[in-house]
């Protein structure tokens, strides 16, 4: 019955939520990004597709240390998506976009921007009608748009003899960490949901 963060299984979600949307035509994969979110750097460059699958070449926000820094700095701070992706902004991209593979939480904070456009409806609601519910998975939100009611599980840090509790603020695994991450990473679940 204890919530804990399931990270970067939130993309799954997602991921699912732009296919059922693209089978609609709601969305096409090959749409470029700037229909959604134009003032993205290199908007026009960059699919949806390259979104999901990682080939998008826009940095990971984790991996900006002026950003990694500002997230440690202040645990409890709540970021919203425009403040992320302004961090972001135009941060050196791995590769041209359509050119290569690397995992990017910043791919799926995109993503999730394009679908709350497109849609015109917040990501968690279009998850939880469209699999959350049918699928009887009671216990799985996500955290930057849901009440996430219930025990929760703390990530700690070593030393082991002195351990300490990495949570900050109303969210798992801290404030901070989930509203960067979003749609890339903030539900949190109970194993018997994350199973089923």
Known sequence: DTLFSVGSISKTFVAALAGRLAARGTISLDDPLAKYVPTFHDAASITLRQLLNH????????????????ILANRT???????????????????????????????????????????????????????????GLTHTFLQT???????????????ASVPVDQSAGTMLPFTAEATAAGPAGAYVSTATDLAR
Do not use: C
């Open 55 to 70: 080939t998008s070449g826009v940095q990971d926000i984790f991996e900006i240390k002026a950003f990694s820094d500002a």
């Open 77 to 135: 701070r709540a970021w919203t998506t425009e403040e992320v992706l302004a961090m972001v902004g135009s941060a050196r991209y791995a590769f041209a976009p359509g050119k290569g593979y690397r995992y990017s939480n910043t791919d799926y904070v995109l993503l999730g921007a394009a679908i709350e456009q497109a849609t015109g409806q917040p990501i968690a609601a279009l998850i939880r009608s469209e699999f959350l519910e049918p699928l």
């Open 145 to 159: 748009e849901e009440e996430a009611p219930g025990a929760k599980a703390h990530g700690y840090w070593t030393p």
